[in-house]
């Protein structure tokens, strides 16, 4: 019995710490939420943006867009996200690029 708690609280433990890890750089679960929620509205068809999906850019496109582009197009568009939701939004549009392991139209 003592043993399953040790075990349970090394569980948890290293639990806590993948989240940290995965906070530091992009997020890509929340990256998804975050892109549905705040860079859909204006990016599905018909929309001012156009339609957009992970799909329309390879990985290294999607990095080029968030340092350097940073949304010309439409800069005040970026605004209202933290560094750290940008960071989010670029690592789940990186990941599902067309180029990625695992391309993803959704979004
Ligand atoms: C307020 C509306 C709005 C929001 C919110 C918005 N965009 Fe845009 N986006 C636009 C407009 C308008 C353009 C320019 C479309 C054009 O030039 O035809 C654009 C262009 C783009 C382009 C260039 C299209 C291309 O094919 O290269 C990318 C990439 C892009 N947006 C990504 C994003 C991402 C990622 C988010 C969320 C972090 C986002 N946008 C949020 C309106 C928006």
């Given amino acids: 019995m003592k043993l399953f708690k040790l075990l349970t609280v090394l569980l948890v433990v290293t639990c806590a710490a993948t989240l940290v890890m995965a906070a530091e750089g992009g997020n890509s679960r929340k990256g998804k939420y975050l892109f549905k929620k705040s860079c859909k509205p204006c990016h599905v068809s018909g929309a001012e943006g156009g339609e ?6 390879t990985q290294k496109q999607w ?15 970026l605004e209202n996200f933290s560094d750290q939701d940008l960071k989010d939004i670029n690592q789940f549009l990186f990941d599902h690029a067309v180029d990625s392991d695992q391309p993803e139209t959704c979004g």
Avoid: G, Q, W
Wanted: proline fraction near 10%; aromatic fraction near 10%; charged fraction near 50%.
């Fill in 52 to 57: 957009l999906t992970p799909l329309k850019k």
């Fill in 63 to 77: 990095d080029r867009f968030f340092t350097d582009d940073k949304h010309k197009s439409k800069p005040e568009a």
